[in-house]
Nanobody
Framework: VQLQACGGGLVQAGGSLRLSCAAS????????VAWFSQAPGKEREFVAV????????YYGDSVKGRFTVSRDDAKNMVYLQMNSLKPEDTAVYYC?????????????????WGQGTLVTVSS
């Protein structure tokens, strides 16, 4: 199983980016797919998840109302639309597959991690 996140880049504060998560060897339709961020010197942090069974979505407090997670089953892809970006959103973003607990995916319950993509938000 391989997950690959892409779509990161440099954007000004207030701008938008869309990250994509592609999978091989795994059907994302059957998975809880989460996004995490890791800023320099900080722990990896839960950002968002889309559940496998009913497409419910949950978000970390810092991104609620700004980020949206969605999936495209035909392409076996999951996306993270990031709007109103702030400098504090600067981080490496990872997609992951794991078990949900209490409306999020704890890092310890991730089964597969993807390679990250760097998002840099300038002020």
């Amino acid at each position: 199983v391989q997950l690959q996140a892409c779509g990161g880049g440099l954007v000004q504060a207030g701008g938008s980016l869309r990250l994509s998560c592609a999978a091989s060897g795994l059907t994302l339709r059957s998975s809880n797919v989460a996004w995490f961020s890791q800023a320099p010197g900080k722990e990896r942090e839960f950002v968002a998840v889309i559940s496998w069974n009913n497409d419910n979505t949950y978000y970390g407090d810092s991104v609620k109302g700004r980020f949206t997670v969605s999936r495209d089953d035909a392409k076996n892809m999951v996306y993270l639309q990031m709007n109103s970006l702030k400098p504090e959103d600067t981080a490496v973003y990872y997609c992951a597959v794991g078990a949900m607990l209490g409306g999020q995916v704890p890092a310890r319950m991730v089964r597969y991690w993807g390679q990250g993509t760097l998002v840099t938000v300038s002020s």
